[in-house]
């Protein structure tokens, strides 16, 4: 049995639809009386986009349902549906904090209950039943002020049993005027010690190689072996990885067919860059982790053998996977070790040698 990572999930796309309705109609909200039933709610919910921009709006709507109290309920059937149904080992969450804070307070009130936030998410994923490794990535984010974000990043740093990592979220097609913000913000990051992804080349718009020397691991990052493949060189011997979510460029309209990847993936593999398949919004598109896998090998966007390498990468760039190999090789020298003391737990045909065939 193969165990997973996964390194790029949005704590609000990450609820599936069924989840998320239940809540909605257990708590009365209005939200659910705009559907006659539940087909409509999955339909609404799951259906692609035309841009990146009107996917994204989908993200508000789930962070104002994932407050403080509602967290728990959500982290919890996350972690066991990743555990039940994605063979998940490991597990990278990202989210806002910022933005699941009440609204009605102030902003330094806002930036104080953050910590809070990290704190229930935190404890919310330790579940005995479903022992995920699991951390958090706190996303810096488009829409919030320089000083939020700047609090985002200092709260990472004082929460290193709980985080590991930023992010910055929010439409990479729209960073424009503020990028050296971001600059600072990364380079403020790294001197303090963090890991560090950011979400960047996703969309044509969204090239920013300013950002790219400051950034650990690239979320997304597809334009860059589409559009400027000249930069795969320094990205290599960087040993930046990227994380490729493929069903997200079908839903935001970035890309319109799945074999449009396959140049993507193509171009890493010379190249020598270490690609990462994770899911982004595995709630949202209603997609778990090894149906990304199966997808990718079924379009023949990659072989089986890429696809280990591409699992073996996630576990490698992993902020903080806890030992030097994946956990199935942990298993199986475990196994190992079982049937050198047991020898009757071997295959009865190495047994009875001598006994022919
Ligand atoms: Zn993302």
Redesign the pocket.
Known sequence: MALYAEL?R?LGGSVVPRVLWRYLQRNGSALAERFSDYPAFENFYTRPRNTLDEYLELHTLVESVQTEVALPYFVYRLMRGAYIFENLAYLEL?YTPYLRTPEHLSQSERIERMANVVDVVGRSSQIKEYPIVTSQILCMHLRLPYEVNRAIVDLAAQSREYVCAIDL?GGDNHYGDRLEEFVELYAYARSLGLNTTG?VYETRDGCHPKLLPYLMRI??GIQIPLQHPELLQTLAERGQCLEI?PT?YLKTGTLTDLSELKVVFDRCFDAGVDVAICT??AGLHNVRLPFEYENLLTHDVIDFQQLQACQDAAFRHAFVWPHRHRPESLLTNLLKAETTEHPLLLEPTALSSGAGE
């Open positions: 790029h949005h990202r979220a979400h979320g997304h979510c997200t982004d919004n």
